[in-house]
């Protein structure tokens, strides 16, 4: 069977080879904001996000690109769509650049979708926007992409709505993961951050928070109620500044519980304010299947759709030019969520202008803010400097309670311990805080490993040994086997690979690189509680053989009283092995419970669409009409019409 296999690796006369693989901050060294590593291996050039500091102007906001040669450029890679990590990538691609960047961007589908809609207009002009977003390649999470030489994925990070890390392959043992901004537990509407599942060479990871532990989300939750029910009790306002997208939509699903739960805050209005906010809303109601359970049960077990927020309302904006609208100078008590999350400007600046002169009104703060900001002056309890900013004493309340989407050092012991990388570059934090990470994880770790907290422009230089690959032909193989040469397993030990039998490799504890080969058992399970187990896997079987179909290439063979497992070269054919290996070896079939699927009814193509998309859809003669995101669409006879070629590819894909 295997001299019949596609091209696969055999480990022939293998060397190991000694490079560098280099880690350098072009922003985020050292501080929050512009969010722009570079990871070089040999003649790879990575650079992972690309943002600009949003709290500057000019050329302070900008990362220190001249410091790279990005004429180099393979690869870039996104980790989520905030400001500070995608802004630059329209100025990376400007035909106005020397030499622009006309490789592959590759983000999620969220993170596309969000970002098409929030790059701003006034960073970069519509050309360079366009050209950027034709670059964009997506991606689904543990879908794993090839590029000049480079194997990278995406894993969930938690934080917003589609972030990822990105694993990175560059050579057998050397590897690198980027967190991006993550946070290893999940909270209300989001799941939290994977851990990859093996051990990288290097690990970039944030700093954001340092060394801070942050309380439960129960004990926090609970704070901001006994917060908000005070302030209410003294018809006081409460202002709660934050970004339009993700930690807004956190804290709008946390007040939906809590007035869900309290009858006496059902008359006390909530606001999103955002120019966009319908839309961002639809955003959330598009990508469910990247949110948490939790928020999903809650809604459907009170037959509402995902997002169907009964206690608030959505504004798209405030004419400040005029008098402000009567709730928010009136005495009874309101609720304001709106951005941006420092008070530099915007709703919240002028929401909070309005409000600090009156003792009975609250500012609550839940996130991180940068310097020079109002936000950041009132996170230090610096009034003199916050009164100097707005022109007028603050006798408003201010409090700080963190619903932060980033990690706390509890977190980030949880990555380090499960993926226990040779070394770290933390960024994205303040120096303080970056050094302060360093320390406590040094002091944790009962293995050492190097711990690196770079400024802008400082290279991190791991000096890595990375063996070389032999790649070989079937017919080549076929050659191999008529002199004696078995099938078998791949094994590293330090940079040598080794070719290892089946039957050697129970006795080591060397992880495998590739394998092909086989197995013998005795007969435990038949080809129908296989079929049962394997319900949603392509394959074909009957009482002799069960055959994997699709991308897999695995069959088991029956005999009188064994059962033998074989298997070509790729990771996903060892997974189903090794899976098949535990479900077989020393296992009798009455130990395995297979349990039938319950039937489910399927849903109509008008449920469907209302599900997927949050919307109401109408039927009038057989055609379907909905809007999604401001834009009409109809279907007739299974065909899509919609100005939006985004939104008809999505809608197509519900149909089918």
């Known amino acids: 069977m295997f001299s019949q296999l596609l091209p696969f690796l055999i480990s022939m006369s293998i060397e190991s080879e000694s490079s560098n ?13 512009r969010s722009c590593i570079l990871a070089e291996y040999k003649s790879s050039r990575i650079m992972l996000d690309c943002g600009l500091n949003p709290a500057a102007e000019g050329r302070d906001a900008l990362p220190y690109w001249e410091e790279a040669q990005l004429d180099l450029l393979n690869l870039i890679l996104v980790s989520h769509y905030h400001y500070d ?3 630059g990538l329209p100025l990376i691609v400007s035909a106005n650049r020397a030499s622009p960047y006309r490789g592959p961007i590759y983000m999620t589908q969220p993170t596309r979708a969000i970002v098409k809609r929030s790059i701003r207009s006034d960073v970069s002009n519509a050309d360079d926007v366009q050209q950027f977003l034709s670059q964009i390649q997506v991606v689904e999470f543990y879908e794993r992409v090839t590029y000049k030489g480079v194997t990278f994925w995406a894993i969930p990070a938690g934080h917003v709505l589609g972030a990822c890390m990105w694993c990175i392959q560059f050579a057998p043992g050397v590897s690198l993961v980027y967190t991006g901004d993550y946070c290893m537990y999940p909270d209300s509407h989001l799941p939290g951050a994977a851990v990859p599942s093996f051990s990288p060479t290097c690990l970039v990871a944030e700093s954001t928070f340092g060394s801070s532990v942050f309380e439960s989300l129960e004990s926090r939750e609970r704070q901001l109620n006994q917060m908000i029910q005070q302030t209410i009790a003294k018809r006081g306002k409460i202002l709660f500044p934050t970004t339009s997208l993700g930690r807004a939509q956190e804290l709008l699903f946390i007040l939906e519980k809590l007035w869900h739960n309290n009858k006496s805050l059902h008359d006390i209005p909530i606001y999103f304010i955002d120019s966009g906010a319908k839309q961002i809303m639809n955003m ?8 948490s359970d939790d928020l999903i049960n809650f809604f459907r077990s009170r037959n509402r759709k995902p997002w169907d927020l009964k206690y608030v309302s959505l504004l798209t904006g405030i004419d400040w030019k005029n008098r402000p609208p009567s709730w928010a100078i009136g005495e009874k008590p309101a609720i304001v969520v709106c951005s941006p999350g420092m008070i530099q400007r915007g709703h919240s600046r002028k929401f909070f202008e309005l409000w600090c002169g009156d003792a009975n009104n609250l500012l609550v703060m839940i996130s991180y803010c940068t310097p020079p900001t109002l936000g950041y002056d009132l996170l230090l309890d610096r009034t003199d400097a916050a009164e100097q900013k707005v022109g007028k004493p603050i006798r408003m309340q201010c409090e700080t309670i963190t619903f932060s989407s980033h990690t706390d050092f509890t977190g980030t012991m949880k990555l380090v311990n499960g993926c226990t990388p040779d070394n770290i570059v933390l960024i994205h934090g303040s120096k303080n805080r970056g050094e302060s990470l360093a320390s406590a994880i040094t002091r944790n770790r009962k293995i ?13 230089t791991i000096p890595v040994e990375a063996s070389n690959e032999v790649f070989i032909t079937h017919d080549q193989h076929a050659k191999l086997v008529e002199e004696g040469t078995n099938c078998g397993v791949f094994v590293r030990n330090g940079p040598s690979l080794t070719f290892t039998s089946p039957e050697e490799l129970k006795n080591t504890s060397l992880p495998f690189i590739e394998m092909v080969g086989s197995f013998r058992t005795k007969k435990t399970v038949t080809t129908e509680q296989l079929h049962k187990f394997f319900i949603n896997t392509p394959h074909d079987y009957d009482e002799e053989s069960f055959l994997f179909g699709g991308d897999l290439n695995v069959s088991v063979l029956y005999d009188v009283d064994s059962i033998s497992v074989e298997w070509a070269g790729g990771e996903n054919n060892y997974c189903v092995a090794m899976i098949l290996a535990s479900l077989l070896s020393g296992v009798e079939s009455e130990a395995i419970t297979i349990t039938e699927e319950p039937v489910v009814e399927e849903l109509s193509l008008i449920e469907r669409l209302e599900s997927g998309l949050g919307v109401d859809v109408t ?3 057989g055609v379907l009409s909905m809007v999604v995101f401001e834009h009409i669409v109809t279907i007739n006879d299974g065909s899509v019409t919609c100005d939006n070629a985004d939104i008809r590819a999505m809608v197509s894909g519900i149909i089918q």
């Open 21 to 33: 693989l280099k880690v350098t901050p072009l922003g985020a060294g050292q501080e929050c904001g």
């Open 85 to 87: 990590h995608t802004a």
């Open 284 to 291: 959330y109601k598009s990508y469910l299947g990247y949110q």
């Open 448 to 460: 050492r490993m190097n711990v690196f907290v770079p400024g802008n422009t400082q290279t991190v």
């Open 619 to 621: 039927e009038n003669n």
